[in-house]
Every structure is written in structure tokens, then in C-alpha cells.
């Protein structure tokens, strides 16, 4: 019998990047040192850290169970653990800066290394039983409506475009208004779905609370844990993406959200298998008759 493997628990760095929004002016200045310095935070005392950080000793304490751990001791061992598999500091090692005097090679192989990591550090995190409960209520539902604006709408249009092409029927809703409108007449046996790399869109949370108000399974894909679209939600699937210089929310964060849509439409896709494979072999031989024959 196949033992069901354990969901990943996240790197501290991805933790702490996803907890900065949420936290207070306090415990950001010492998550501010913690990603400058990790290695030095490892070696410090607790006193030694809250000295640096103009806090108090309690603020550290909180700060530590904010991310999951049990102390300061905890914390330590962690950032220990981290720094001995990178000598690379997390604030700037990453590469994820982009400055005045940057060649556009340079501003390239920042891309990559931004990009690519948002995808490594989504899947190393993404908590695949959370994944497995929305494939089964999107493959179950009796509708699917997408709530998404600006650069997330395009994420959940592919997605929407995906699902048709397997016969699962979904909306796209980028207008707040006709969002509202549509989740108003959800209920159990549905699903929404809630696109948000800051999980803070007014436009995205309001018909999603509508549609868990209304019984509605909800599902939120956002960067932050703590984010009202995150609380908002039934079922969360995380992204960890990092924002680089004039680029909050851009394509790093879109090619992590589509790592897990991807994920989100083959899981449907697998589950009703026989329907899905039929749909997709007729929606492609409707469309043959449009490519150029070579």
C-alpha cells in the first residue's frame, strides 16, 4: 500500500517573504536582518538581535511563532541549517535587484534567476493534499467561476480556456461588478476560484467572500498566507514568488500562479480522464482544418 507522502513544509526564507505584509513595524525590522543577515542572526543572542533590530526581547519571541517555530532557539537552529546548505545572503544573493546601471544582460540573467526560483520554491512548498482537495471539488463541481484582475486575469483566462478544452465549463470574471454578480448565484456543489498575487484585491476578494457566503467551495492562489483572499478561502495554494526592482507582482509571480494552475487543470484533467481525453481530441480536430498543412 502506497504511503501517502508528507506535504513540504516551506523554507524559512519563503515563510518570512510570505508573512512581510502582515507583520508589525517591530517584527519587519527584524525580518528585514533576519534576510540580511542570516548567517549573523544564527551566530547572535537573542538580546543581541533585539538590540539590533531597536525591539525588545518579546517582540523576537513573537516574531518566532509568527513563522511557524517554537522560539528563538528554533529560529536559530533553522537559519543554521539554511545558511550551511548557501553561503549566498538571502536579501542579495538571490540576484532579484535590478539597478540603474545594469546591461541588459545582466537585467536578463536577473529575470531568470527570479523566474526560475519563484518556480523551484512554489513547488518545493506547495501543499499537494491542499491541491488534491481543489482538483476534486473543480472536477466535481457544478460550476467554476474564475476571479481574477489586471496581470492574474490573463493566468485565469488560460486556465478558464484550459478547462474548456476538457469539457469543464468555467467563467472568467475580471469586473468587479459582473463578479459580484455571478458569485451571488453560486452555491454548495460550486467552486471559486480567487487569483491574487498580493492577496489584497479588493476586486478579487469580494466576490469570493460573496461565494463562500453563499456555500460555494472557495480556492485562493495567492503569495501571502495572511492575505484576506487567503483567509478568505476554503482552500489555499500558495506561490512563492519574490518581487524584483519595478516588477511587484510581474512575471515571476504569473509564472508561479501558472505552475499551479497547470498543476490544478492536469490534476481535473487526470481524474475524469476518459471525458477529458475525448473533449480534447474533439476540440482539436475542430481546429485542425485552421493550420497550415506543411
Known sequence: MRVPAESPVPSLEVRLRGLLPALSPAQGRIAAEVLRDPAGVASSTIG??????????????????????????????????????????????????????????DVLRTLLRADTRALEDTVASLDVDALGRAVRAISDARRIDLYAV????????????????????????????????????????????????SGETIEVLEP?????TQGATTVAVTNYPRSPVARAADIVLLTAAQDITFRTGGLSGRHAQMI???ALYL?????????????????AQAVSTHRHPH
Open 260 to 262: 499551479v494552475l497547470d
Open 150 to 197: 489586471a496581470g492574474s486575469a490573463s493566468v485565469a483566462e488560460d486556465l478558464r480556456l484550459r478547462l474548456h478544452r476538457i469539457g469543464r465549463g468555467a467563467s472568467t470574471w475580471s469586473d468587479v461588478h459582473t463578479a459580484l454578480a455571478s458569485s451571488a448565484l453560486l452555491g454548495p456543489g460550486d467552486v471559486a476560484v480567487g487569483i491574487s498575487h
Open 267 to 283: 490534476g481535473v484533467a487526470q481524474r475524469d480522464y476518459p471525458l477529458a481525453e475525448q473533449a480534447f481530441d474533439a476540440t
Open 48 to 105: 543581541q538581535l533585539a538590540a539590533r533590530c531597536g525591539t525588545s526581547l518579546p517582540s523576537v519571541t513573537r516574531f518566532c511563532l509568527a513563522l511557524g517555530l517554537s522560539g528563538y532557539a528554533e529560529l536559530r537552529l533553522a537559519l543554521a541549517a539554511e545558511s550551511g546548505r548557501t553561503s549566498i545572503s538571502w536579501e542579495r544573493g538571490t540576484g532579484t535587484e535590478v539597478g540603474p546601471d545594469d546591461s541588459l544582460d
Open 208 to 212: 469570493l467572500s460573496r461565494a463562500g
